[in-house]
């Protein structure tokens, strides 16, 4: 076999999104040999595209505003499937992560008296995104990044992790391969993080790039980690609709923080019209008192169009299933006639150039035409809120790729801010698992020679199909049968047809050699895809209800008795295996805060 | 919609070719939609770097027609529909291969730049107040999304391939952005004149015309840094007297 590049480190973090970067600076910080290892180059994923803000009840803008309002609207937000604990930590941990950023060098946007500006944002109560116009992540990314820098921290740039190594029940590294050269490299570690991200490209309509194929909620089954919450996939209610090009592009939340309204094909604003009943005291009953409201008036109360995103994107495709949609298959999204056009370009300047350049419209003149896009995955590796580790010791997890936090539904802009609060916990439970694991875990070099010889033996066939082909049968699949609207029949094909696929995968071919192969790495992100996507399918099953990003047409109404469960999945020896599990209850203080008896003022 | 001819380098640093393939033109199609599609039916080994594809992340630099461009936001539309369109690797970097090039020598560069130092905090909770005027020149600079486009069509380093001598304008534009934080008390004149090789810079503006975020690399990053280099360099006792101001 050929010879293997190794690395050794106590603490390996896999990803360099915001959470990975944090991990990474915290568990330097507290001594530990750390590296960071990426598939693209450093600074550009996925973290780099948030443009809304990050959520901090920093309260510059309204006074009233505080943590325990923070924990209440992310809760309710996720349909009560979050972790109390995790979501707890989010609210009082966040104010004191963003301020740190401003520290390592961050501009965010200012108030008049020289604070952090923060907007408004659907689901939170009070303006609570800090921001930089529309290029959030950016801001957020380049000062994680810098800090790495100057930390001098190693950095493994297009070096895509496909197998995660164990000693017995304890992780012990992580093989991966270069890009560049279609090399293999082994790092042996005392713990690892996974910080990978999302999973978005199993889908066809999607904000999501090329690297969210879910490979780190495959290598924590591979690993035998427990996944909860795999059924809420998030679906952004404003993505691009035409032309087919930015089809699922995201167009910013922001843009309605900032005022903009959603109207359909006759020019009524529909969004009035499905305010849920047990919402319906906080959001504004009529268009008058929602423009107040934009207009700063503390006495009104907030547009409907910042409703949860699990109830617009719903409504969105009912207007247009109803026939009252945009040529496209949209609806229609205006700012035009709520801002004037140099507030648009200055706190918009990402939209305007994007709609610009790529659909020749001009938002400060016309309105976008927007429906819904699959965003982001609530589900992922079962952690513990302390540390962030998983179920196999050793192995952390921090960011998307980690469940618990958002339940059943996201708040816009409380990925930004989990990845600080939860990638800084992460950070220092490797690190300190590290310490505590004494001498390193050895690896298994049989182990690894299969694995080396499996991931090239698509090269050896003489025959077989294009990955990219079976990559896009595996898209148009998710999105029919496991997408917003799901039922029994229809998942069941899927796990069905997802087998099928699997087997076609093992018997595709690859062309060329292993330098920089995009045809090949999508060959070995088909394992990944099809398994997250199993992992979907399987969760979606078990939850017979509809709650948040999840809707079963079989099961249209919340299950009280499915209310406080939560679906939790992982591999068995070659199989995926669903069970139930009670999500812990919060003590009675909270639950106070919950009910809104405490310190909702 | 009509079919489009794409010739596109294929190889790698020690040979290649340009390659014809015909490529379905869609409505709103971009470049990197092109590329896309000559992978998933013609060439999947096709090598390409890309992301957002919304001009966000800077990965899918290239040169189209000669020119260096975001291929996700460059319109095929924009071309004449009866000639072929060339795409290439950026000429300033070594070829990996196809259209990715080895950009590792910007990452060192920005290794190199003494970092981001905060003055001490305003207020005894370790925060600071910073008013909405002090921060806009920062962040036009902190807008790069560090395409490397600028630094591709640079002559310093495009066509005398000064990459030892001279940091290029993307990392020009790094230090501008250190250097007007309302916050930063670093010293980087000496780095800049030195390691960084501002003075090979002779302002001919060819980054600013091809930076997609607009940024004015010249205007308002280059020469406010050559001119305080000149004064900081050749004035010890100004830059005694500002050190001890802003402690
Ligand atoms: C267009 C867009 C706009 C958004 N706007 C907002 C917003 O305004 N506010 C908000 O809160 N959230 C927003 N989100 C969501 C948020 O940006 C993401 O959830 C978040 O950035 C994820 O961060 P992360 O650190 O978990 O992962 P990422 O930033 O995606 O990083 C993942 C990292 O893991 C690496 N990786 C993955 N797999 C492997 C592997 N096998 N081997 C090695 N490395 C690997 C990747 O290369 C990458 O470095 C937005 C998302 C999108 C797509
Ligand atoms: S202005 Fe200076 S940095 Fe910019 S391209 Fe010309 S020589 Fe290079
Ligand atoms: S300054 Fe402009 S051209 Fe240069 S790297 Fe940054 S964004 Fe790209
Ligand atoms: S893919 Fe991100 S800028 Fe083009």
Redesign the pocket.
């Given at each position: 076999m050929e010879e293997i590049e190794r690395h050794q480190h106590d603490v390996l973090v896999i990803g360099a999104g915001g959470a990975g970067l944090r991990a990474a600076i915290e568990a330097k910080r507290v001594g530990a040999k750390v590296a960071v290892l990426c598939k693209s180059l450093l600074g550009k994923a996925h973290t780099v595209m948030a443009e809304g803000g990050a959520a901090a009840a920093l309260a510059t803008v309204a006074p009233e505003d505080s943590w325990e309002i923070h924990f209440r609207d992310t809760i309710r937000g996720g349909k009560g499937m979050s972790d109390w604990r995790m979501a707890l930590a989010l609210a009082q941990e966040a104010p004191a992560r963003i301020r740190e950023l401003e520290a390592w060098g961050a501009l965010f946007d200012r108030t008049a008296d020289g604070r952090i500006l923060v907007r408004p944002f659907g689901g939170h109560t009070h303006a609570r995104l800090a921001h930089v116009g529309d290029r959030t992540g950016l801001e957020m990314i380049r000062t994680l990044q810098d800090r790495v820098v100057a930390l001098d921290i190693p950095a493994y740039m297009e070096c895509t992790v496909i197998r995660l190594l164990k000693d017995g029940p304890r992780i012990a590294g992580a093989l991966a391969y270069r890009r560049a050269t279609g090399h293999f490299v082994l790092f042996r570690a005392k713990a690892i993080i996974l910080a990978t991200g999302g999973a978005g490209k199993a889908w066809l309509v999607t904000s999501n790039s090329w690297e969210y194929t879910g490979d780190g909620h495959a290598l924590a089954t591979q690993a035998g980690a427990d996944l909860i919450g795999m059924e809420f996939m998030q679906f952004h209610p404003t993505g691009m609709v035409w032309p087919p090009s930015v089809h699922g592009t995201l167009v910013t939340e922001g843009v309605r923080g900032e005022g903009g309204v959603l109207r359909n094909s006759k020019g009524d604003r529909f969004m009035f019209r499905y305010i849920p009943e047990a919402w319906r005291a906080e959001y504004a009953a009529t268009e008058e008192e929602a423009d107040r409201w934009v207009a700063g008036h503390r006495s009104a109360r907030r547009p409907p169009e910042l409703l949860t995103r699990d109830v617009t994107a719903r409504a969105i495709v009912q207007e247009v299933a109803e026939g009252r949609g945009s040529p496209h298959g949209g609806v229609y999204l205006d700012i035009a006639t709520k801002r004037d056009p140099e507030y648009i370009r200055r706190k918009l300047p990402s939209m305007y150039h994007q709609f610009k350049e790529l659909a020749g419209v001009d938002i400060t003149k016309e309105p976008m035409e927007v429906g819904p896009t699959v965003h982001y995955i609530m589900g992922g590796v079962k952690v513990d809120p302390e540390t962030q580790e998983s179920t196999v010791p050793g192995l952390f997890a921090a960011g998307e790729v980690a469940g618990g936090l958002h339940g059943a539904n996201r708040l816009g802009g409380n990925s930004l801010s989990d990845l600080l609060v939860f990638g800084r916990r992460a950070g220092s439970g490797a690190a300190a698992y590290a310490t505590r694991a004494g001498a390193w875990a050895s690896v298994n070099e049989h182990e690894i020679e299969e694995a080396v010889r499996a991931a090239l033996a698509p090269f050896e066939r003489g025959d077989g199909e294009n990955p990219f082909a079976i990559h896009n049968e595996l898209r148009h699949l998710m999105q029919h049968k496991v997408g917003s609207a799901r039922a029994r029949a229809g998942l069941e094909e899927a796990v069905e047809e997802i087998r099928t696929l699997r087997g076609r995968a093992a018997c595709a071919r690859v062309t060329g050699g292993r330098e920089y192969n995009p045809g090949w790495h999508t060959w070995l992100d088909l394992h990944s895809l099809l398994t997250v996507s199993e992992l979907v399918a399987r969760a979606a099953l078990e939850r017979s209800e509809s709650r948040g990003a999840h809707t079963r047409d079989d099961y249209p109404r919340e299950d009280p008795e499915l209310a406080r469960l939560h679906i939790v999945v992982r591999r068995d020896a070659d199989r995926i295996t669903t069970r139930r599990e009670p999500i812990p209850e919060p003590p009675p203080e909270l639950k106070q805060i919950l009910e809104g008896k405490k310190a909702s003022g | 919609m009509a079919e489009r001819v794409f010739r596109v380098f294929r190889g790698t640093r020690e040979r290649g070719e340009l390659v014809d393939y015909r490529v379905e033109a869609s409505e709103g199609m971009v470049v990197l939609d092109a590329l896309h599609s000559i992978q998933a039916r013609q060439a999947p080994d096709l090598a390409v770097r890309w992301n957002c594809k919304a001009g966000k992340c800077g990965s899918c630099s290239a040169e189209v027609n000669g020119s260096p461009r975001l291929t996700c936001m460059t319109r095929v539309d924009d071309f004449p529909a009866n000639e072929p369109i060339t795409v290439t690797p950026m000429q300033a970097f070594p070829v990996i291969k196809d259209l990715v090039t080895d950009v590792s020598w910007n990452y060192e560069v920005a290794r190199r730049i003494p970092p981001f130092r905060a003055r001490s905090p305003d207020f005894p909770d370790g925060s600071w107040r910073i008013y909405p005027y002090e921060v806009e020149r920062a962040q036009e600079f902190r807008k790069c999304i560090e395409c490397f486009l600028?630094q591709d069509?640079?002559?310093?380093?495009r066509t005398h391939g000064k990459h030892a001598e001279f940091m290029?304008?993307a990392f020009?534009v790094r230090a501008a952005a250190y250097e007007t934080h309302p916050l930063d008390v670093e010293e980087r004149s000496s780095y800049l004149k030195d390691e960084g090789g501002i003075g090979?810079?002779?302002?001919?503006?060819?980054?600013?015309e091809v930076c997609p975020e607009s940024i004015q690399?010249?205007d308002n990053a280059?020469i406010p840094l050559k001119e305080r280099v000149v004064t900081r360099h050749y004035d010890p006792l100004l830059k005694l007297v500002r050190r001890i101001a802003r402690h």
């Amino acid at each position: 076999m050929e010879e293997i590049e190794r690395h050794q480190h106590d603490v390996l973090v896999i990803g360099a999104g915001g959470a990975g970067l944090r991990a990474a600076i915290e568990a330097k910080r507290v001594g530990a040999k750390v590296a960071v290892l990426c598939k693209s180059l450093l600074g550009k994923a996925h973290t780099v595209m948030a443009e809304g803000g990050a959520a901090a009840a920093l309260a510059t803008v309204a006074p009233e505003d505080s943590w325990e309002i923070h924990f209440r609207d992310t809760i309710r937000g996720g349909k009560g499937m979050s972790d109390w604990r995790m979501a707890l930590a989010l609210a009082q941990e966040a104010p004191a992560r963003i301020r740190e950023l401003e520290a390592w060098g961050a501009l965010f946007d200012r108030t008049a008296d020289g604070r952090i500006l923060v907007r408004p944002f659907g689901g939170h109560t009070h303006a609570r995104l800090a921001h930089v116009g529309d290029r959030t992540g950016l801001e957020m990314i380049r000062t994680l990044q810098d800090r790495v820098v100057a930390l001098d921290i190693p950095a493994y740039m297009e070096c895509t992790v496909i197998r995660l190594l164990k000693d017995g029940p304890r992780i012990a590294g992580a093989l991966a391969y270069r890009r560049a050269t279609g090399h293999f490299v082994l790092f042996r570690a005392k713990a690892i993080i996974l910080a990978t991200g999302g999973a978005g490209k199993a889908w066809l309509v999607t904000s999501n790039s090329w690297e969210y194929t879910g490979d780190g909620h495959a290598l924590a089954t591979q690993a035998g980690a427990d996944l909860i919450g795999m059924e809420f996939m998030q679906f952004h209610p404003t993505g691009m609709v035409w032309p087919p090009s930015v089809h699922g592009t995201l167009v910013t939340e922001g843009v309605r923080g900032e005022g903009g309204v959603l109207r359909n094909s006759k020019g009524d604003r529909f969004m009035f019209r499905y305010i849920p009943e047990a919402w319906r005291a906080e959001y504004a009953a009529t268009e008058e008192e929602a423009d107040r409201w934009v207009a700063g008036h503390r006495s009104a109360r907030r547009p409907p169009e910042l409703l949860t995103r699990d109830v617009t994107a719903r409504a969105i495709v009912q207007e247009v299933a109803e026939g009252r949609g945009s040529p496209h298959g949209g609806v229609y999204l205006d700012i035009a006639t709520k801002r004037d056009p140099e507030y648009i370009r200055r706190k918009l300047p990402s939209m305007y150039h994007q709609f610009k350049e790529l659909a020749g419209v001009d938002i400060t003149k016309e309105p976008m035409e927007v429906g819904p896009t699959v965003h982001y995955i609530m589900g992922g590796v079962k952690v513990d809120p302390e540390t962030q580790e998983s179920t196999v010791p050793g192995l952390f997890a921090a960011g998307e790729v980690a469940g618990g936090l958002h339940g059943a539904n996201r708040l816009g802009g409380n990925s930004l801010s989990d990845l600080l609060v939860f990638g800084r916990r992460a950070g220092s439970g490797a690190a300190a698992y590290a310490t505590r694991a004494g001498a390193w875990a050895s690896v298994n070099e049989h182990e690894i020679e299969e694995a080396v010889r499996a991931a090239l033996a698509p090269f050896e066939r003489g025959d077989g199909e294009n990955p990219f082909a079976i990559h896009n049968e595996l898209r148009h699949l998710m999105q029919h049968k496991v997408g917003s609207a799901r039922a029994r029949a229809g998942l069941e094909e899927a796990v069905e047809e997802i087998r099928t696929l699997r087997g076609r995968a093992a018997c595709a071919r690859v062309t060329g050699g292993r330098e920089y192969n995009p045809g090949w790495h999508t060959w070995l992100d088909l394992h990944s895809l099809l398994t997250v996507s199993e992992l979907v399918a399987r969760a979606a099953l078990e939850r017979s209800e509809s709650r948040g990003a999840h809707t079963r047409d079989d099961y249209p109404r919340e299950d009280p008795e499915l209310a406080r469960l939560h679906i939790v999945v992982r591999r068995d020896a070659d199989r995926i295996t669903t069970r139930r599990e009670p999500i812990p209850e919060p003590p009675p203080e909270l639950k106070q805060i919950l009910e809104g008896k405490k310190a909702s003022g | 919609m009509a079919e489009r001819v794409f010739r596109v380098f294929r190889g790698t640093r020690e040979r290649g070719e340009l390659v014809d393939y015909r490529v379905e033109a869609s409505e709103g199609m971009v470049v990197l939609d092109a590329l896309h599609s000559i992978q998933a039916r013609q060439a999947p080994d096709l090598a390409v770097r890309w992301n957002c594809k919304a001009g966000k992340c800077g990965s899918c630099s290239a040169e189209v027609n000669g020119s260096p461009r975001l291929t996700c936001m460059t319109r095929v539309d924009d071309f004449p529909a009866n000639e072929p369109i060339t795409v290439t690797p950026m000429q300033a970097f070594p070829v990996i291969k196809d259209l990715v090039t080895d950009v590792s020598w910007n990452y060192e560069v920005a290794r190199r730049i003494p970092p981001f130092r905060a003055r001490s905090p305003d207020f005894p909770d370790g925060s600071w107040r910073i008013y909405p005027y002090e921060v806009e020149r920062a962040q036009e600079f902190r807008k790069c999304i560090e395409c490397f486009l600028c630094q591709d069509v640079c002559h310093v380093l495009r066509t005398h391939g000064k990459h030892a001598e001279f940091m290029g304008p993307a990392f020009l534009v790094r230090a501008a952005a250190y250097e007007t934080h309302p916050l930063d008390v670093e010293e980087r004149s000496s780095y800049l004149k030195d390691e960084g090789g501002i003075g090979y810079c002779n302002i001919t503006k060819c980054c600013t015309e091809v930076c997609p975020e607009s940024i004015q690399i010249t205007d308002n990053a280059i020469i406010p840094l050559k001119e305080r280099v000149v004064t900081r360099h050749y004035d010890p006792l100004l830059k005694l007297v500002r050190r001890i101001a802003r402690h």
